[in-house]
């Protein structure tokens, strides 16, 4: 026990158990037990078992890196055979081939697209020009200038320049003011006729 009392000190245990690196406490045969043995991260009952676990734990974790190794080694590989796949289709396609006879395509089309916008505003304006030109002869049809032309007038009486639809509102001597095409007539009722 003098021999292992080292194990014991305060200043020991306290060591061990602020280590950041994992400690493992082996020290004396199996039936020996230290303080250095309930701080340290793992305890073995003799040096040769500490040994021998060590020694298990690192071929384990051997195996497993190599077992990540050989995983991470084919996916990388899968993902570049498949990019290298998607590269070689994406070369092949169309696009790559004939970048130009796409454009040529595209530029085409364009114009075409051009072609049409125009066709469609020059006829767009070519029918609101033919409707406006109607409407246009219209009102000159029925404009009161066209009615005159064509031999009518509009007879007012004066002073008040009310038009005369019906004869019953003028008496005799009123005075009337007739509109006709080129000029007026200012004259005197002479006689009304009702019927």
């Known amino acids: 026990m003098e021999d292992l009392w080292a194990f014991n000190e305060e200043v020991v245990a306290r060591a061990i158990y602020d280590s ?3 400690v493992m406490s082996a020290v004396g045969h199996q039936i020996d037990f230290v303080i250095s043995d309930f701080v340290a991260d793992l305890r073995a009952p003799t040096p040769s078992a500490a040994a021998q676990m060590v020694v298990d734990e690192n071929q384990m974790l051997l195996e497993q890196v190599k077992a ?3 995983k991470l080694t084919f996916s990388v590989s899968a993902l570049l055979e498949h990019s290298k796949q998607t ?3 994406t070369k092949q396609s169309y696009g790559f081939r004939r970048p130009f006879d796409i454009i040529t395509q595209r530029s085409q089309k ?5 072609r049409q916008l125009v066709d469609r505003i020059k006829n767009y304006f070519e029918i ?3 409707a406006i030109s109607l409407c246009k002869e219209k009102l000159i049809v029925l404009s009161p200038s066209s009615v005159l032309k ?5 007879a007012r009486k004066l002073p008040e320049l009310t038009v005369i639809k019906d004869a019953c509102i003028l008496r005799k001597e009123d005075r009337i003011d007739v509109k006709v095409f080129k000029g ?11 019927e």
């Open 20 to 22: 950041e690196i994992p």
């Open 68 to 70: 990540e190794t050989n």
């Open 87 to 89: 590269l070689e289709a």
């Open 110 to 114: 364009v114009d075409e697209l051009v």
């Open 128 to 130: 609101k020009s033919n």
């Open 150 to 154: 064509r031999g009518y007038s509009i």
């Open 184 to 194: 007026r007539i200012e004259s005197k009722v002479e006689l009304i006729d009702l």
